[in-house]
């Protein structure tokens, strides 16, 4: 089984200042993960993925995610927020071993402010 | 033009009606997966197939069914509508192996 919790619902920042955004998730096998970005009224387009590299992983955008097998989280960052940001994040899982069947978290929802 | 377009991108029909939604992608992938969104539940996984040939029942498939008419095309219907089934609806594309997703625009459908 696996299942993801995002761990705030909305996220509110100013513009320039840092964003952090937390999944923990749990999985039977090694997993793969990604973040997913929705931005309003638009599908879902894939920000960043870890498939058992590099533990810290760069997206589009500006954004990283740094796999921690340890605390099982993959928390997504980055530096300074900008307006274009604001949208719903999404962390998802799928163990290797599943045939692609993502399982998604809740979402974040970011408000950015001027 | 989109890689992955659903048809239609809006709809709303009666309790009972039964009502089909369209997905079709020019990436040449074989797996195709319709997913539902709610609020604050991120997107459930309805139904998935993985060629023409496998159809196979993801998390929430009681009340829907589907169809995969070719390789680029994958239908969900609803047999009976109910208010409950209102929701975004999203169709997705993949190649085989653990890959990205890609998905389409959605479908916003209200049962009334």
């Known amino acids: 089984a696996q299942s993801v919790t995002q761990l705030d619902s909305h996220v509110s920042v100013s513009e320039g200042t840092p964003v952090l955004l937390r999944c923990n998730y749990s999985?039977?096998?090694?997993?793969?993960l990604f973040w997913y970005v929705q931005h309003p009224n638009k599908g879902l387009q894939l920000l960043l993925k870890y498939t058992s590299a590099a533990t810290l992983v760069k997206g589009i955008n500006g954004f990283e995610a740094e796999f921690k097998k340890s605390e099982t989280s993959f928390h997504l960052t980055k530096p300074s927020a900008h307006m274009s940001d604001a949208a719903e994040y999404f962390c998802?899982?799928?163990?290797?071993?599943?045939?692609?069947?993502?399982?998604f978290g809740g979402g974040t929802r970011v408000l950015v402010k001027p | 033009d989109a890689d992955v377009t659903q048809t239609p991108r809006n709809r709303i029909t009666k309790t009972g009606k039964r009502i089909m939604l369209e997905c079709s992608q020019t990436?040449?992938?074989?797996?195709m997966y319709w997913y539902r969104q709610d609020p604050g539940l991120g997107l459930q996984l309805i139904y998935y197939s993985f060629d023409v040939k496998d159809i196979n029942k993801g998390e929430i498939s009681d009340g829907y069914s589907v169809s995969r008419q070719a390789q680029a095309k994958f239908s969900l219907s609803l047999e009976s509508a109910i208010p409950n089934q209102t929701a975004l609806y999203f169709c997705?594309?993949?190649?085989?192996?653990?890959?990205?997703?890609?998905f389409g625009p959605g479908t916003r459908l209200t049962v009334l």
């Open positions: 998802v899982v799928t163990p290797k071993a599943a045939g692609n069947k993502l399982t």
């Open positions: 990436k040449g992938h074989d797996r």
């Open positions: 999985s039977s096998y090694s997993p793969s």
């Open positions: 997705a594309t993949s190649e085989g192996g653990i890959n990205e997703q890609f």
